[in-house]
């Protein structure tokens, strides 16, 4: 005799001998509403979202502008750094970008400081 096929129904692996027929019924119409789509109240599915990265809800802002003035800060060294590699007009675009960066972080510094006075 083939263990994985029994050939009665006490030898059966179903997880029980005796089955409800409650029980049967409705995971035959889960079975049936999950493959034809026709389920009256499904649930609904979580939302995907391809966000990466959050920020935390609970950070005042003075974190948040600290944490900012510090990344426009390695920005600009990133970039400045990169520009001294680079000639001609990709040069003068990269170090345009250093410009930009380093005039966001004034304006973030001075933010801060309006948030938390020296």
Sequence with gaps: MNKHHPSSPSESTFPYNDPDPEKLQEAADRALDYHLGTHPDP????????????????????????NLSETLAS???????????????????????????????LL???????????
Excluded: W, Y
């Design 108 to 118: 973030a510094n001075r933010a801060l400081d309006l948030v938390d006075p020296r």
């Design 43 to 66: 649930k609904p599915k979580p939302k995907t979202s391809t966000q990466v990265f959050t920020v935390i809800d609970t950070l005042d802002t003075e974190c948040l502008l600290a």
């Design 75 to 105: 920005a600009s060294a990133m970039v400045n750094d990169l520009a001294f590699d680079l000639k001609g007009s990709r040069r003068h675009v990269a170090l345009g970008v250093v410009q930009m960066i380093d005039l966001s972080e």
